[in-house]
């Protein structure tokens, strides 16, 4: 138990800032992925069907139906399935976030530990230092990262759900519609 009090107390603050680092860069990382993942939805649902040429009669524009470029359904469904890859990775990410405190919590258990058991004035300021810094840095880079989480990746998630759902009404009501067509 010594040499793992001595660990935490040597590298404990350091761990927690190195892993706080990582894992804010790959909030940042996976949040321009599902940002990306978003516009391409987006572009795919805003899409229509239809090449554009330019009469060279009239000069004017003329929209032809395209059907190799037909966005359909399995389409939608096969980015959303990418998307919700995306958006697990973003879950392990965000289950991360709460190990900070702990391991704050721990280097302060650790730095008391090392307090208890003595060794004299520098001893103890150096058992102090670690369970402040630990704490300290634990506590920041928890919300700093659920700060980040919250604004940016998020959203992004939220966006895209809507935009699904709102996809998935519209489907429903075209079938709907179709099978209503076909009962006449």
């Known amino acids: 138990m010594g040499f793992m009090l001595e660990f935490i107390s040597k590298y404990g603050t350091a761990g927690i800032v190195l892993f706080g680092i990582a894992v804010a860069i790959l909030l940042f990382w996976n949040g321009i992925d599902l940002s990306n993942q978003k516009n391409r939805i987006e572009e795919a649902l805003k899409r229509k069907n239809n090449t554009y040429t330019l009469n060279a009669d009239s000069k004017e524009m003329e929209e032809n139906?395209?059907?190799?470029?037909?966005?359909?359904?399995?389409?939608?469904?096969?980015?959303e399935t990418e998307f919700n890859t995306k958006c697990s990775w973003h879950g392990v990410l965000v289950q991360c976030i709460p190990v900070f405190p702990l391991l704050g919590i721990l280097g302060t258990v650790a730095g008391l530990m090392l307090q208890v058991q003595g060794g004299g004035i520098?001893?103890?300021?150096?058992?102090?230092?670690?369970?402040?810094?630990?704490?300290?840095?634990?506590?920041?880079?928890?919300?700093?990262?659920?700060?980040?989480?919250?604004?940016?990746?998020?959203?992004?998630?939220?966006?895209?759900?809507v935009m699904l759902d709102d996809f998935d009404k519209k489907l429903n009501i075209a079938e709907m519609f179709k099978k209503f067509q076909e009962e006449k």
Do not use: H, Q
Not at 143 to 160: C, G, H, M, T
């Open 65 to 79: 139906e395209d059907e190799a470029a037909a966005i359909t359904p399995d389409t939608i469904r096969k980015y």
């Open 122 to 161: 520098e001893a103890m300021m150096l058992s102090l230092n670690t369970a402040l810094d630990t704490t300290f840095w634990g506590l920041i880079f928890a919300i700093i990262l659920k700060v980040i989480e919250a604004v940016f990746p998020s959203r992004v998630i939220y966006d895209v759900e």
